[in-house]
């Protein structure tokens, strides 16, 4: 698989990832713990109410009593007074949540004889407050998420480190360099370590093949000369040769003409061999391609 994002930036990113995930998992987490308690305790306070009430007082069908500011229990058998909303009204035993326009409310209902009673506390402020604090927690996940960006680079920067430096000095290795740097005795014995020893052992391969080139290049020139010597002398005197036929003259030039050839080969050979690769300069000229097959077709017209 070809990734194309830097490794730092992807380190960066799975760790902001892992930080907003976490983070939004606790908050909602925290959010839903904090609604069950709410209702459980709001549950557990306005049932002891209107037990308490019911006990100490003769309730009156279709009555409506003002236990607190926020709270008012009602007792309703025919509702001939339509004291409370129809919506309400359809509300099974039990604590429900109930919002109007501007209002909202928890309505405890229950069961006495052959009317119900609906016990509703009124709890906007409170609502307000836990909007307040579910912004709230946005903004700490956005904030969370800010910090674990920054932090993420700046971590990510210290990890990559070590890889960052030894990109570099790979980078800058020559194989033809005649010392081997040892770039695994710079890092500790971990990934990167095993990575550095694995292009020590490389450039060490890369550095005896060309060596062991060279070697073969400078001792097969060497080799080459002597022959190629007699062959150039045995030419040159059959050449001045002035019975030679004309035929046998031909022959003797073509045998001279690779021997030159040949010695030109050598030279480069040799340069090739005494030379480091990167101190070559190869000179570039325009030729004409015509005169070019001509000197190779003339060369193999023998063949």
């Avoid at 607190?68 to 604590?95: C, M, R, W």
């Avoid at 956005?142 to 000095?169: E, Y």
């Avoid at 052992?201 to 070697?215: A, S, V």
């Amino acid at each position: 698989m070809k990734y194309k994002q830097s490794l730092r930036f992807r380190i960066t990113f799975s760790f902001v990832i892992f930080v907003f995930v976490l983070t939004l998992a606790s908050a909602v987490g925290v959010n839903l713990m904090l609604n069950d308690i709410e209702e459980e305790l709001i549950y557990q306070r306005l049932q002891a109410e209107m037990d308490h009430f019911v006990k100490i007082n003769d309730l009156v069908p279709d009555s409506v009593i003002q236990i607190a500011s926020d709270t008012k229990l009602y007792f309703i058998v025919h509702d001939t007074q339509n004291l409370l909303n129809a919506e309400v009204k359809q509300l099974t035993p039990g604590l429900h949540a109930w919002s109007s326009a501007k209002e909202h409310f928890y309505i405890l209902v229950g069961n006495k004889g052959e009317g119900r009673l609906y016990l509703a506390k009124e709890t906007t402020d409170f609502e307000n407050r836990e909007e307040a604090i579910k912004l709230a927690m946005i903004v700490m996940v956005i904030a969370v998420t800010s910090i674990a960006l920054w932090l993420g680079r700046w971590i990510s920067g210290k990890v990559i480190l070590p890889v960052s430096n030894l990109a570099q000095q790979v980078a800058s290795l020559k194989p033809s360099s005649q010392r081997s740097p040892h770039i695994a005795l710079q890092y500790a014995e971990d990934e990167v370590g095993r990575l550095a020893a694995s292009f020590d052992q490389y450039l060490q391969q890369m550095q005896q093949f060309i060596h062991r080139e060279q070697e073969f290049t400078a001792d097969a020139s060497h080799e080459l000369r002597t022959p190629l010597a007699v062959i150039k002398g045995a030419s040159e005197l059959l050449l001045e040769t002035p019975d030679l036929p004309e035929r046998a003259m031909k022959q003797v030039e073509r045998i001279a003409r690779a021997a030159e050839r040949m010695s030109h080969m050598l030279e480069i050979l040799l340069l090739l061999a005494r030379e480091a690769p990167n101190t070559i300069r190869l000179n570039q000229e325009c030729c004409l391609a015509q005169e070019v097959v001509l000197e190779v077709a003339e060369q193999h017209r023998f063949l």
